[in-house]
């Protein structure tokens, strides 16, 4: 298997007028990896993702190289880093409330798509998957729990046929007990063969599931590495998980 990673951005600087709201030197996901980002609000961690798809709010000035399996992506347009694999799902709920699970599973079907190492799932491996949804499949997207709706957010990007998924909080307002199980199963997709790179502000429930963890601190990288070491981290541990490390 190649070590080239699916996903890679170099010398990625992100700023709002004058303030430099992303400054990061390299981060990159390897096949099959989960890395996640974690940082407290305002770190950069939306700008991160919307960066990676060239998405974003106002006009942030950009600069950098990104790349999705060697290819260089930094001057298409968000819909054909869409095309090539990379889809985001944003904060909140990518759900049309009036239709069933099944209407919207059907909604987002299969693109023609470019690119290898896409990884297509059938709507039976989705609800294998997702065993919750298949349950609730003749259910309005507006009869569904916030964990549910989160749920069906990513099997609709799943239809897309992905190559690198990138993940924004998707455990944003959900009951803890809940958290744990929809990054349970994001790890579970990644083990299914997926690439994520997983935006989270729980930081110990992200450290359960991720591979590699990246900790943003006002737009920059103040640690990075794997999940068992990044646990002893004092800057982790003390700030995020409340212990202390001797
Ligand atoms: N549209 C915008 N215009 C101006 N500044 C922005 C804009 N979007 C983000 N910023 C600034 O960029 C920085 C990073 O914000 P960002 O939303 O990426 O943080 P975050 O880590 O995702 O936080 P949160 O968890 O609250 O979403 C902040 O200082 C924010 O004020």
């Known amino acids: 298997m190649s070590t080239r990673p699916v996903l890679e951005a170099t010398d990625l600087k992100i700023a709002y007028g004058g303030n ?30 919307n960066g990676l798809l060239g998405w974003s709010r106002g006009s942030p ?6 790349m999705l399996d060697g290819r260089d992506i930094s001057d298409l347009p968000p819909h ?10 944003p904060e909140g709920k990518l759900v049309f409330a009036q239709m069933t699970v099944e209407e919207n599973l059907a909604s ?48 609709r ?12 909080e998707p455990s944003i307002g959900l009951a803890p007990r809940l958290v744990s199980t929809v990054l349970e199963t994001v790890r579970a997709l990644v083990d299914s063969g997926l690439t994520v790179l997983l935006v989270e502000q729980n930081v110990r429930a992200a450290i359960e599931v991720v591979d590699r963890l990246v900790l943003l601190e006002r737009g920059r990288i103040l640690a990075e590495g794997p999940a068992s070491e990044m646990r002893d981290d004092p800057r982790i541990a003390e700030a995020y998980l409340g212990a202390h490390v001797a």
Request: no cysteine; glycine share 12%; charged share 25%.
């Open 157 to 168: 990007a799943l239809r897309l046929s992905p190559r690198a998924l990138l993940l924004d």
């Open 80 to 89: 054909e880093r869409v095309r090539s694999g990379l889809l985001l799902i």
């Open 20 to 49: 430099i709201a992303l400054d990061v030197p390299r981060i990159a996901v390897r096949e099959r990896e989960l890395v996640g980002v974690v940082g407290a609000n305002g770190a950069g961690k939306s700008t991160l993702v």
């Open 61 to 66: 000035k950009v600069s950098g190289k990104i």
């Open 108 to 155: 987002s079907v299969d693109v023609p798509t470019e690119g290898q190492g896409r990884r297509h799932y059938s709507s039976e491996e989705i609800y294998a998957l997702f065993p919750r949804l298949y349950e609730r499949r003749h259910h309005l997207g507006s009869q569904l729990s916030g964990g549910e709706r989160q749920m069906l957010g990513i099997a």
